[in-house]
């Protein structure tokens, strides 16, 4: 039986390093293991991130694929853009493909809180402000604690803080999610909204792409369809996308 698990979890492992070497794709664990056909299961998505450390982190900093991307969109390689590219993905960690969206959002609700009303927020006001069930969302704390986001304490009855140092979560893609799905049914997530823009337009012109996202600033959720280079859904309504940067 354990054999068995190995060779499943290595065919996750085997179809996400592949993923990776396509443009600008950072594709997940879960979502690996629901192309393939598996079941949600966290211990399982845990086993299969701890063995990705290593390739995770060597196969993403790679020149060639940003090249790719921007070739494949049609626009100039602008080498001062692809070393900018190149220094922020040296801070994409473990957790932009070990968690999954629910998990992000929880870990963004408790950041939120935490750093606006400067206490920890409860597992009930956290059920509530992402929309989930106590049960998922105690499950999500212990993913987050399992992780080092989360710390547990001596309180009766025991509960959870932020970590000393969690701030490290925060750097490069942090908890932000954007996930990609083409009318295939495939599903992948992106460094930024403004690739889906991109893939949308340039890639896949002829077909329907959709974009799950949330707002950079709050937990709220986001939903855009576009088809044909039109805009079809969008959820809210007016969804606004800004680019800033220096």
Request: proline share 4%.
């Amino acid at each position: 039986m354990r054999g068995r698990t190995d060779d499943v979890e290595q065919q996750v492992i085997d179809h996400l390093l592949a993923e990776w070497q396509k443009p600008m794709r950072l594709t997940t664990v879960a979502q690996g293991m629901a192309a393939l056909g598996l079941a949600r299961d966290r211990e399982r998505r845990w086993r299969i991130g701890q063995r990705l450390r290593r390739p995770w982190r060597t196969s993403v900093p790679h020149t060639q694929r940003f090249e790719q991307f921007r070739t494949a969109l049609g626009l100039a390689v602008d080498q001062a853009r692809i070393e900018q590219l190149l220094q922020q993905t040296r801070e994409w960690g473990l957790a932009s493909i070990l968690l999954d969206e629910d998990e992000k959002l929880v870990a963004r609700s408790i950041v939120v809180t935490q750093e606006q009303k400067r206490r920890f927020p409860s597992l009930e006001e956290t059920a509530q402000s992402t929309g989930q069930s106590l049960e998922e969302v105690a499950a999500q704390f212990e993913m987050l604690a399992r992780l080092g986001v989360l710390a547990s304490t001596d309180s009766a009855p025991p509960g959870y803080r932020l970590a000393r140092g969690y701030r490290r979560f925060l750097k490069g893609l942090g908890f932000s999610f954007h996930t990609v799905t083409l009318a295939s049914g495939e599903r992948f997530n992106v460094p930024c909204a403004g690739d889906y823009i991109q893939l949308a337009s340039r890639l896949y012109p002829e077909e329907t792409v959709t974009l799950d996202d949330s707002c950079a600033h709050c937990v709220d959720r986001i939903h855009i369809a576009i088809a044909r280079g039109q805009l079809i859904e969008a959820m809210p309504e007016e969804p606004l996308f800004y680019r800033g940067g220096t």
